[in-house]
């Protein structure tokens, strides 16, 4: 019986590396390692400016539920990041954007 785990890890553990494939087969998926840093679209276009009154540009930066996008997901730098919370913040204030969707 503990053989019989012995070779079912083995042959997972052969079936995981790559030099368990012959020369002519590939791997059924590779892991992307490398990826696209995002560049902040502000500091990349100077004349786009952050403006509360400008709502279809706000409504990139939030969900469809009306949360406020993170950092990460949309590329802006730390400092137009602020900038754009503090706009939408204001939108939503004077009833340009919608506070949550229904």
């Known amino acids: 019986m503990s053989e019989e785990i ?13 030099d368990a494939l012959s020369s ?7 892991r992307n390692i490398r990826f696209k840093r995002k560049v902040c679209r502000f500091c990349h276009d100077k004349n786009l400016a952050i403006d509360y009154k400008d709502a279809k540009l706000l ?3 939030i969900t469809e539920r009306g949360k406020i996008l993170p950092r990460r997901v949309t590329g802006t730098c ?3 990041q602020r ?16 506070f949550v969707e229904k």
Do not use: C, G, Y
């Open 78 to 80: 730390a400092k137009h």
């Open 24 to 30: 002519d087969e590939k791997p059924i998926f590779q």
């Open 59 to 61: 409504e990139q930066f």
């Open 6 to 18: 012995k070779n079912i890890e083995q042959m997972d553990v052969a079936d995981n590396t790559l």
């Open 83 to 98: 900038a754009v919370a503090k706009a939408i913040k204001r939108a939503r204030i004077l009833a340009l954007i919608p």
